[in-house]
């Protein structure tokens, strides 16, 4: 299995994809990350991952419904794939096993 | 309803739905139009219009940009291509001559017109290999004359230090000058000119190395010495390591030191605005004629200084006008009015005007000039270009003719017209860059004393340059046609009513022009020719040619020489001298009819100016004699006399007297930027003199320079032979 990297605005973008499952969307995604965290992306770049996250096969998209919003125009819903739930695993347990190799004292110094 | 609903500006959207794949349109317009509702109610309708709009360019990227849209729709046959090749080829061969001399042309010119490029870029990125480039200066001193003020590139030794020491924002400095010495190896002795410096120099400048730690560098007897020094003292093996004895003039005496090879350099770029050929580290005066470096009055050639934030420059100059009395106190000369610090990456346009300078220079005159000559070769190679191709396009009416009525599209027709010119032009570029890089450079690089045959043309600004020169070239010379010529109807062509040949005004016009470039290119060439022939020969005063001086070593037998050399049949006269004309002259205070005035004076020999071939404007040369003693004569040139009889008048200089007993015609003692100044010539001891001048009855050849050197030594063993014309 060829093995992905993905950067931290992916992960990020792969992370609000899972959490607003199975509605998410580049608008949706982009208003949450402002929101959320406070971080202020264009609409540009989140297309963007996506097309890249899904050229990758972690994510996997669909056309919706019509509406009367947006001029009658679908709206794109990505959905998580099994090897994108995976990777973000991966990255979950790789900062895992690297906070447990710092020193204790070090985090308990922290903590007070 | 929709009509009360804000809509994003349509133009936006039209060129999103242009530009982007479809499968993505739609949900992109949809996010933006959902996002463009919200945004009008919160900051309002402008506001969103001009947030869409961005919008839509930031959506411009690899994934959304349909390439279809972007590519040609008809890709170009190769096959056709190889028949608009074959047309063209039969075409030319129709006009030979007119094609040969529009190709040819069109390759000189591209030469010619490379090589002003190289020129100014080689010129233009002086110094350039140095990293801290940017944040050198070179410290100036602005003396003050009666008529003005004066730049002077030399500086007081202990000032570079003081600066450094005084201010925190210079970083950094590094003095620099240099003298005469003679090297000895084995039994040969060479005269060279050595510079010292201090260990800073290394760490400032980026000199390229060839051999050798160039940081290793702060032992008295260390040296670092240029690629030519090595190859002519070693060869081609590797000096590192090796001993140099160099004896240096001190006084009346000599002076031998010992030296070790620590690193070669390499070749020195072509863009370097100075450089060396041996350096020696500052402390090893110490071991020469200095006791210290804190004397005021001694001057070093040049003296950097690092300073990080240019806006700094100004600042540190003003606050420095508070110790200028430090050198103004025992100053015999022109008093300092301030100091000036120019960057390094300016000074060759700017050394030309400053006295004592020793970097490469060049005169802006100089420079507009070869940029117009390079300006007037281009207009005229496209106006030519342009005319040729028109007249050639109208032979060949009826091929486009029999073209259209096979039903062959406008568009295919201005294209094979521009396939075509871009084939002649690539062709006639290559070569022009080809005759440029083997025949013009290398010439060219002769007539400037510079070496440019070592310019890499894989240099972007000369590639974006030629692809420029390409794009004017075809769009000039088939644009107009190509598009007119295709635009006609197959009924106008084969009645014969197309009168594309005489009545154009546009025709009219582009000869006309090709035509005034032309007298112009040949005025100009005479001009710069004349001027040229006029800086040889004329306008110097005196005759530079068939003469060629010797220096002389420090109290040698002036007499035992110039006989012997008088003897020799190619040797007309010899003349002594204690100074050049041309060389570096004095700057002295002399008091003439009450009035105390500055001026330049050199020391010369008694029959010099006469055997220089100088006349007198009234007066007489004083009567050669052999002397111990100071001569109570002097002669002045005719800007000091002005327009009275000096003759016979009493001058007083530094406590003594002396009667002029002539005046001698004006003649150039420096460049011809720079005016005519008042000069009086003293006659120097015969012991002084430096140089003697050998006025010969023709031009000299390598023979008789060989015949000179083995009578030199015979007289003067140990002594190098050094001469110049």
């Not at chain 2, 949809?30 to 919200?38: A, H, L, S, T, V």
């Not at chain 2, 004896?247 to 770029?269: M, Y």
Request: charged share 20%; net charge neutral.
């Amino acid at each position: 299995m060829k093995r992905n990297n993905i950067g931290e605005f992916e992960e990020i973008v792969l992370l609000f994809t899972m959490i607003q499952h199975p509605r998410a969307y580049g608008l949706s995604i982009t208003e949450s990350i402002k929101a959320e965290l406070g971080r202020s992306v264009t609409l540009s770049s989140v297309h963007t991952a996506l097309y890249r996250l899904e050229e990758k096969g972690l994510v996997q998209s669909g056309l919706g419904e019509p509406s009367s919003k947006r001029g009658g125009r679908r709206k794109r819903l990505y959905t998580i794939t099994h090897l994108g739930k995976e990777s973000l695993q991966e990255v979950q347990e790789t900062r895992k096993k690297l906070w447990s190799m710092i020193p204790q004292n070090l985090i308990q110094g922290w903590q007070i | 309803m929709a009509n009360l609903t804000p809509q994003p500006p349509k133009w936006a959207d039209r060129f999103l739905e242009w530009y982007c794949k479809p499968e993505l349109l739609e949900a992109i317009q949809g996010d933006m139009w959902e996002r463009f509702e919200k945004y009008v109610e919160e900051k309002g309708f402008r506001r969103a219009k001009l947030w869409y709009i961005l919008q839509v360019c930031l959506f411009i990227n690899l994934y959304t940009l349909n390439m279809k849209h972007l590519l040609p729709k008809n890709p170009i046959n190769p096959s056709l291509l190889q028949s608009y090749f074959k047309t063209g080829y039969r075409n030319a061969l129709k006009n030979p001559w007119t094609s040969l001399i529009n190709s040819f042309g069109l390759a000189l010119a591209t030469g010619c017109i490379v090589v002003v490029f190289v020129f100014l870029d080689n010129f233009f990125s002086n110094d350039d290999f140095h990293e801290k480039l940017d944040e050198i200066y070179v410290v100036e001193r602005v003396l003050k004359q009666e008529s003005g003020t004066v730049l002077d590139g030399r500086s007081p030794e202990p000032l570079g230090p003081f600066i450094e020491g005084m201010f925190s924002q210079v970083s950094n400095q590094t003095r620099f000058t240099f003298r005469n010495a003679t090297v000895k190896i084995e039994d040969e002795v060479f005269s060279e000119w050595v510079s010292f410096a201090d260990t800073s120099f290394i760490s400032l400048f980026s000199f390229p190395v060839k051999w050798g730690d160039i940081h290793h560098f702060s032992q008295p007897s260390d040296v670092i010495i240029s690629e030519e020094v090595s190859k002519k003292y070693f060869g081609d093996t590797n000096p590192i390591g090796k001993q140099l004895e160099v004896i240096f003039q001190i006084g009346q005496g000599e002076h031998s030191l010992g030296f070790t090879v620590q690193a070669v350099l390499d070749k020195l770029p072509s863009n370097a605005s100075f450089g060396f050929s041996m350096l020696f580290p500052y402390e090893a005066q110490l071991l020469l004629d200095k006791t210290g470096f804190e004397d005021w009055q001694s001057k070093v050639h040049a003296t950097f200084l690092q300073i990080e934030d240019a806006d700094q420059v100004p600042l540190i100059e003003a606050q420095l006008d508070q110790f200028i009395s430090f050198e103004n106190e025992n100053n015999s000369g022109w008093p300092i009015q301030s100091y000036h610090f120019h960057p390094l990456s300016q000074i060759s346009l700017h050394s030309n005007g400053v006295s004592n300078s020793f970097f490469s220079n060049a005169h802006l005159a100089g420079i507009i000039l070869v940029i117009s000559i390079g300006l007037i070769i281009l207009f005229q190679v496209c106006f030519t270009y342009i005319n040729i191709t028109m007249s050639l396009l109208t032979q060949r009416l009826h091929e486009i003719g029999y073209r259209k009525v096979l039903g062959v599209k406008r568009k295919q027709i201005a294209f094979q017209f521009l396939f075509e010119n871009i084939v002649i032009c690539l062709t006639g570029m290559g070569v022009g860059i080809l005759l440029a890089k083997l025949l013009f450079i290398p010439w060219f690089s002769s007539l400037i004393a510079t070496d440019l045959t070592y310019y890499s043309f894989v240099n972007p600004y000369l590639v974006a340059f030629e692809i420029l020169l390409l794009g004017v070239l075809v769009f000039g010379g088939t644009g107009y046609p190509a598009l007119y010529i295709s635009k006609l109807k197959p009924g106008t062509i084969f009645h014969g009513v197309v009168q594309l040949k005489s009545n154009s005004i546009l025709k009219k016009s582009l000869l006309g022009a090709q035509f005034s470039f032309t007298f112009l290119t040949i005025f100009a060439s005479i001009a710069l020719f004349q001027h040229s022939q006029e800086i040889k020969y004329k306008s110097w005063g005196y005759n530079p040619s068939n003469k060629l001086v010797l220096s002389l070593p420090n109290g040698l037998k002036f007499d035992a020489l110039a006989q012997s050399y008088a003897s020799l049949p190619e040797v007309e006269s010899v003349a002594g001298s204690v100074q050049q004309i041309g060389k570096y002259s004095n700057d002295v205070t002399v008091s003439f009819e009450g009035k105390e005035r500055n001026i330049k004076e050199l020391q010369i020999g008694t029959d010099y100016l006469q055997k220089m071939g100088i006349p007198l404007v009234s007066g007489s040369f004083p009567v050669k004699q052999k002397h111990t003693e100071e001569i109570p004569y002097i002669l002045v040139n005719e800007e000091f006399a002005g327009e009275k009889n000096v003759v016979g008048s009493q001058l007083k200089m530094e406590g003594l007297s002396y009667i002029v007993s002539g005046v001698v015609q004006n003649f150039r003692q420096r460049p011809f930027d720079s005016p005519i100044q008042p000069m009086i010539f003293k006659f120097g001891k015969e012991k002084d003199y430096n140089y003697m001048t050998l006025l010969l009855s023709d031009r000299p050849t390598p023979e008789f320079i060989d015949k000179l050197k083995k009578t030199w030594y015979d007289i003067l063993p140990f002594k190098s032979f050094k001469y110049f014309y």
